[in-house]
């Protein structure tokens, strides 16, 4: 049974589970069954159905999520998308303000610029590192607050103490998105935040073989939110429950490995003449060390870094290693390698890239599982090729 006291490995394992167990079995079954019956004492709205993401497989996924940021309610969504774009449409309505963290996901970045106005809902990019120029962005109108716990890709982690203050002192919703930190790392409602969204693509299931995504947070927004998806659909299907729900029972072991790896590999990078800058808030030397060290369980596994000579080095570097797969994405067993400016940065112009301090050279690492020391042996053989 699930007591309170429990530390996130004993809850990753057993928070949420059925009791009794489904015929005793020790893995959770896959329910997949897209309607069940319903008895005539069940009112119509608590029957069972995918789309009103209340099958069984949903309701463990819900409270296992919700124990892990030590929350009062979660739900799970189709992608990460999904969670923050129904999440942003449900706590803001039609002349509604939001002010938001300028260097953010692209997908989420695309989702304000493009389609926020067709809602009727305005916004501003706010810098997040300085809360001092927040204020002249507020206005009467605005209703919340969004940011990400470590930005990509330059893992910049914004004065998170000062969003929580600036929220309450002005009556708005705080949101962030803590894909990159997870809730082994950094567990926002514990410092005040009202909702926490996730990619469970990323490191949540951490086997690259699903999308989906989760909100976490105060119950009655959780429940406003879980009420616009039950509308909008972006659910999660049962065999995906599944499968997030597998690949979660690991998450401390994978991430306080990767939190170790991606410390020593950024460490390592530092060190050699052919790296011009590394990007790494676990870094000493990285101006967002102290604030990150203070919020932080650990740094995460996400790297990014340039070479000296450009695009060209970082071509032959991306070309020369060996165990590192060239793929966008993260937060999966396995190290990927992008070059953000012809990924997930693609979509900028070279000068906006540039204003944000995204050099076209930039290359990004989510770090595995495999050995740290395979790792840095394939860095360095293909480091000595530029030479
Ligand atoms: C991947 C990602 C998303 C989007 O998630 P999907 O599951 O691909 O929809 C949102 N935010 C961050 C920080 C991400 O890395």
Not at 372 to 377: G, S, V
Request: charged residues 20%; contains cysteine.
């Amino acid at each position: 049974m699930q007591k309170k006291k429990d530390r996130i490995e004993t809850k990753l394992i057993h928070a949420g589970e059925m009791e009794p167990r489904v015929l005793g079995a020790v893995s959770m079954p896959i329910f997949q069954s897209a309607m069940y019956e319903y008895s005539p004492a069940a009112s119509y709205h608590d029957i069972p159905y995918i789309r009103l993401n209340n099958t069984p497989n949903h309701i463990v996924l819900h409270k296992k999520l919700a124990a892990l940021e030590n929350a009062e309610a979660a739900i799970v969504t189709a992608s990460g998308m999904a969670a923050i774009s129904t999440a942003l449409l449900a706590v803001l309505s039609s002349g509604d303000h939001l002010l938001a963290q300028e260097c953010l996901y692209g997908g989420t970045h695309d989702f304000l610029t493009k389609y926020l106005g067709s809602f009727g809902i305005a916004f501003d990019f706010i810098d997040g590192e300085n809360p001092e120029s927040w204020k002249r962005k507020l206005r009467p109108a605005t209703k919340a607050i969004y940011v990400e716990t470590i930005s990509n890709p330059l893992m910049q982690v914004p004065d998170l103490k000062a969003v929580v203050k600036f929220a309450r002192d002005h009556s708005l919703i705080s949101m962030i998105d803590n894909t990159f930190a997870t809730p082994l790392n950094f567990r926002p409602p514990e410092w005040g935040f009202d909702l926490s969204l996730h990619s469970c693509t990323k490191y949540l299931n951490g086997h690259s073989d699903i999308v989906g995504g989760a909100v976490i947070g105060r119950k009655e927004l959780v429940e406003k939110i879980l009420y616009k998806l039950d509308h909008l659909g972006g659910s999660m299907d049962p065999h995906a429950c599944y499968l997030l729900h597998r690949g979660l029972k690991t998450l401390a072991l994978r991430v306080r490995y990767q939190n170790e790896s991606a410390r020593k590999i950024a460490r390592f990078l530092e060190n050699q003449p052919a790296v011009e800058k590394v990007n790494y808030p676990g870094l000493e030397s990285n101006p967002s060390y102290k604030r990150a060290a203070k919020l932080f369980d650990g740094f995460g596994g996400m790297i990014s870094f340039e070479l000296k000579g450009g695009v060209a080095a970082a071509e032959r570097f991306m070309k020369s290693v060996k165990i590192p797969i060239i793929a966008p994405s993260l937060g999966g067993v396995e190290t990927l390698m992008t070059r953000p400016a012809t990924t997930s940065h693609l979509g900028m112009t070279s000068k906006d890239r540039q204003k944000l301090g995204i050099s076209d050279s930039l290359i990004r690492l989510s770090v595995g599982i495999e050995a740290t020391e395979d790792l840095c042996e394939d860095f360095d053989q293909a480091l000595s090729g530029l030479k």
